[in-house]
């Protein structure tokens, strides 16, 4: 994994935790797990009583955009917490959202589509 996809790696955890927190999660479980170039980051919290999910599905449903990617969040302008989550939608492929023994799991799924340098790969190999 190339230092530009851990920079967004890093972020989508970041404003994922930060989302659920403002919204008054004190207690949620996180998972990460990288499958080849594939990441999945699962949110595992208690089931909203409002509309947490449907908000967090509005803002992360988008299209991805490399552009965001490639020039940086940064560049999209001074942003408020809310739009955050938007720019976290640019950086994803999927959202999935399952109902699980009381509790809500969110999976976001990201497949990297940056080239890995033949350092980069012999240093995966070896973990």
Do not use: C
């Amino acid at each position: 994994m190339n230092k530009q996809e851990i920079r967004i790696v890093t972020k989508i955890i970041r404003e994922i935790s930060l989302f659920l927190m403002l919204n008054g999660y004190k207690h949620y479980r996180f998972d990460m797990k990288i499958e080849n170039k594939t990441a999945y980051f699962t949110f595992r919290f208690e089931t909203p009583e409002n509309d947490l999910i449907d908000r967090m599905e509005e803002k992360l449903m988008r299209e991805r955009e490399l552009e965001v990617e490639t020039y940086g969040w940064e560049l999209v302008g001074d942003v408020d917490a809310k739009s955050e989550l938007e720019i976290v939608g640019l950086l994803i492929d999927d959202m999935v959202v399952k109902r699980e023994d009381g509790d809500t799991v969110v999976t976001l799924v990201r497949t990297s589509r940056y080239k890995e340098t033949k350092q980069e790969r012999s240093k995966a190999e070896e973990n």
